[in-house]
């Protein structure tokens, strides 16, 4: 079945940009997603992009998609202390990635 | 414009009783997913539904799970018999037809002891 994998922690200081990544094995997903949820929340969804477009940009948020290689990142930029939460990528409607640990020091 | 309401946030259920969680979905939205999110792990899906229709029922365990959408109401996804390793929090989402972007509400957390 397929798989959506993303690294499970990462750390920025306030300010910086932040780039979370995530690698997923199929590829007929039409849509592919970023959700954020924060401490004892549902899943909010920040983002998502057509599986035909190879960015998205809206306001801090730019998603990068690279159908070559099967990848999707999501950047933040000017990263503040209430971006840290956990980011789950997702393929298509019902897969998701074990979520990323956003952590921003002050 | 009320988002995805579940209810109860929070359920304690003693190991053999059942468990019964509500998902009321967004208004116009007339499909709903369940998904479960173990702890230290991401969501997994578990079920699609329509008003009065399965879809796809592919992530749901064979036995004790089921789950339901009728034409008034809230979906229900109930839990027959409960194990300590149903432990999790159950999130449902709601979409209206013909869009690809689900809305996803607070979750219930459900703790058998």
């Known amino acids: 079945g397929e798989d959506v994998e993303q690294s499970l922690f990462l750390s920025v200081r306030e300010g910086d940009s932040s780039v979370i990544n995530c690698t997923y094995t199929?590829?007929?997903?039409?849509?592919l997603y970023w959700y954020k949820q924060e401490p004892g929340a549902g899943l909010q969804l920040l983002t998502y992009?057509?599986?035909?477009?190879d960015m998205k940009q809206d306001q801090r948020l730019t998603v990068l998609l690279n159908k070559k290689d099967k990848h999707l990142s999501l950047r933040i930029a000017d990263t503040q202390t209430g971006d840290s939460a956990i980011y789950f990528c997702?393929?298509?409607?019902?897969?998701f990635g074990a979520g990323t640990i956003l952590r921003v020091k002050s | 414009n009320a988002g995805v309401m579940q209810n109860p946030r929070h359920l304690v259920r003693r190991r053999g009783q059942e468990a019964r969680l509500r998902c009321s979905p967004m208004k116009g939205h007339s499909h709903v997913y369940w998904y479960r999110q173990l702890p230290e792990e991401g969501l997994k899906f578990m079920v699609y539904?329509?008003?009065?229709?399965?879809?796809?029922e592919s992530g749901m365990p064979k036995e004790r799970f089921s789950a339901e959408f009728p034409k008034e109401g809230p979906s229900i996804l109930r839990i027959q018999q409960v194990v300590r390793g149903d432990s999790a929090a159950y999130f449902c989402a709601s979409s209206p037809p013909g869009l690809a972007s689900q809305y996803f509400g607070p979750g219930t957390r459900l703790t058998v002891t």
């Open positions: 199929d590829s007929s997903s039409t849509y």
């Open positions: 997702a393929g298509g409607e019902q897969v």
């Open positions: 992009i057509f599986s035909n477009m």
């Open positions: 539904l329509q008003k009065e229709n399965i879809i796809d």
